[in-house]
Structure formats: C-alpha cells, structure tokens
C-alpha cells in the first residue's frame, strides 16, 4: 500500500461567518494552505494507579476531557489568512468598502473587550477517505514576522473544544498574492491620533514616523490570549468544552536594526514611549471574491496589503551586538502598552473578501 503524503492535506475554515453556537458547526468557506503539522484530538487521560487494593499497575484507563490542537502556520501570509487569524485572535473586524472602490473591502482589526471568543470550524483531509471536522475552535496566540529579503510569515495556535464529526467540504483557496516584506515600510514615531491608513508607502499615518525601513532587519510581532483550556469544560459539559473564553492577553514586539547610533539604547534606558507602524502593500490589484460580487472584477485604486499599528511601545531591551567579520546590529523587544484610546494594537487588511467571522 503506498503511503499518504503530507502535501495532499488540506485545512479548510469557516472564515466568514463564525458559529452560532459553541456547539454548533459552521460551513467552512476557505482553504488555508498551511506549512504547519496536521491537527489533532488530544484526549486527557485517567487511570487508576492513585487508588489502593489494586494491581502494581493500572487496570483501567478512560478519558475525562479532550481538546483539538491545531498549529496554523502560513510561511508566506496572505491577506485573506491574516485577516482571519488576527481576528479571532483580536476579537473584532469591522469592514468596509473604502472611498473611490467597489471592488476592495478594508477589515479594520481591533480587540475586543469582552472575553469570550467567537468560534469557528475546522475541517481537515488527513488522506483519501480521512476527514473531520472540528468545532468550537479559537485562534489562542500568533506570530507575524518579517524579514528582510523574505515574505511575511504567521504562526498560529488554534484550539477546539474536542467535538468532532465526520467532514466531506471541499472548498478553494480565495486567489491573492502573499505579504513581501520589499512592499514594506517600517515608521517608528511618537503618537498615534486615530487615522485609518492609507496605501502610500512613502507617508506614515502616525505622528512624526521616520521611515526605518532600511534599518530593519527583522521585525516580530507575538499576541497571546493565554487561554487556559482546564478552565473551558465544566460540570455536565460531558469530555469536551462548556465555554470559550480567554484568559489576561500579553503582547510583545521585537526588532533586530542595523546600529546606527544610541537612539534606541537611550530610549530603553529613558523610557521613551514610541508608537510603530508597520505597513505592507504590494503591487497586485484587489480582485472581488464571491459570493461578494462588485460592480467591476479588478480594482483600479486598491492593492492588497495590511497595515498594524502599535499606538504606546516602551522597548525592554535594545542591547548592541555584532562579533568580528559581523554587522554592528541592535536587538530590541518592547512591551506593547494600552492606550486609553486606541488600544494596545490595531491593524487593517485590504482584500476582495466581504466580511469575516460575521
């Protein structure tokens, strides 16, 4: 019998709408193509070595709970899975058709400050024959990265309540070009008053950015619900879970610049409050998705791209580095830090997709 190989798999999502119910299934609507591994049920197991008067080892074994776990990685990120990703994870898109279009829809991206998760489902074909679909699911935590010379990447937690049923979808991939970091600037300024951005490459959307995008050797951005799954099941919820709910979110960035002089080793030490805005808009224009249908099928305005905005950043570290034969470089981190206004991050995608999680 011949093998299965792993790039036949597919994962398909409910992007576009989210469940009605913890419980409930969604139909799913697009299909991710992941470099990540396959997802799993993962059963917690009880046996009865705790209990006296019986043998040296255990007899029995049943499962108490269960979750599914999902790694949902996309080493070269398109809009359509950045949008989703961020939003479930953020809890909150609202989108639009910005002016002088009919074709591009913007998803303007914000947390949420509730504590329950919009859920969605999860299909997965493993091989021929093989395939579940998961439901209840949540985006826990995200990575999105870029470095120089590379596209940008998104790594990705995603768990499940642990219900589970048999899945027979068979949906595309929405057609859109993915995130390169040479259709990217990197602005880091002193406040952010509300502007939604623009696609100019060339202007910031935040007070006093300075274009640093040369200076930029790698930038990385980490958000975490740290969910905590022991809390999600309860009494009479049977082996999967009762509620979906995150825990205290946490988020940090990091850069490694080339060294150019003591600004941000002064401004760890200070500090310095900044704001930063990442902006990546490529040379590709949006094209409609149905069952959104435009009056036109190609933008003459819009190009797909996204743009995260971090309003208050104070930098943890900024320690200089470079050995003999290397680069003089500096790597920062820096909490990201809640403003009262706009909140601790905010981020906008252009695409040809209507809505999400709706």
């Known amino acids: 019998m011949a093998s299965f190989l792993g790039r036949a798999r597919k994962v398909m999502i409910s992007m576009r709408n989210a469940q009605a119910a913890l419980a409930t299934a969604a139909t799913v609507d697009s299909l991710v193509r992941v470099s990540s591994e396959p997802g799993n049920i993962i059963p917690e197991v009880e046996d009865d070595s705790d209990l006296v008067g019986g043998t040296e080892e255990p007899t029995t074994q049943e499962v108490s709970v269960r979750n599914y776990n999902l790694p949902l990685d996309q080493s070269k990120v398109k809009p359509n899975t950045l949008v989703f990703v961020l939003g479930a994870a953020m809890g909150t898109v609202t989108s639009s058709t910005p002016a002088a279009s009919d074709v591009t829809r913007l998803h303007a991206i914000t947390q949420q400050a509730a504590s329950d998760f919009d859920t969605f489902t999860v299909e997965e074909l493993y091989a021929t024959g093989a395939q579940r679909k998961f439901i209840g699911c949540i985006v826990d935590s995200f990575t999105l990265t870029g470095s120089r010379r590379n596209f940008f990447s998104l790594s990705s937690q995603v ?57 930029i050797e790698e930038i990385s951005w980490t958000y975490n619900n740290n969910t905590d799954l022991d ?113 601790a991050a905010r981020a906008w995608v252009w695409n040809g997709v209507n809505a999400y999680l709706a």
Request: glycine share 8%.
């Open 231 to 343: 809390f999600l099941p309860y009494f009479n919820t049977g082996v999967t879970w009762g509620r979906a709910e995150r825990g205290t979110r946490s988020q940090e960035l990091s850069m490694t610049m080339l060294f150019v002089d003591m600004t941000e080793a002064n401004a760890a030490l200070n500090q310095t409050a900044v704001t930063i805005q990442v902006k990546a808009i490529s040379d590709t224009y949006v094209a409609g998705v149905p069952p959104y249908n435009p009056a036109t099928p190609l933008d003459t305005v819009y190009k797909y791209g996204a743009s995260v905005i971090w309003p208050v950043l104070k930098y943890t570290s900024a320690n200089i580095q470079g050995s003999a034969g290397d680069r003089v470089t500096v790597s920062v981190t820096a909490n990201v830090l809640e403003d009262s206004t706009y909140g």
């Open 159 to 215: 768990f499940g309540s642990g219900k589970y049923a048999s899945g027979s979808a068979n949906v595309s991939e929405v057609a859109e070009v993915s995130l390169h970091t040479r259709d990217a600037v990197v602005f880091i300024g002193t406040a952010y008053a509300g502007a939604t951005p623009d696609q100019d490459r060339t202007s910031a959307d935040i007070t006093g950015g300075s274009d640093k995008s040369a200076n």
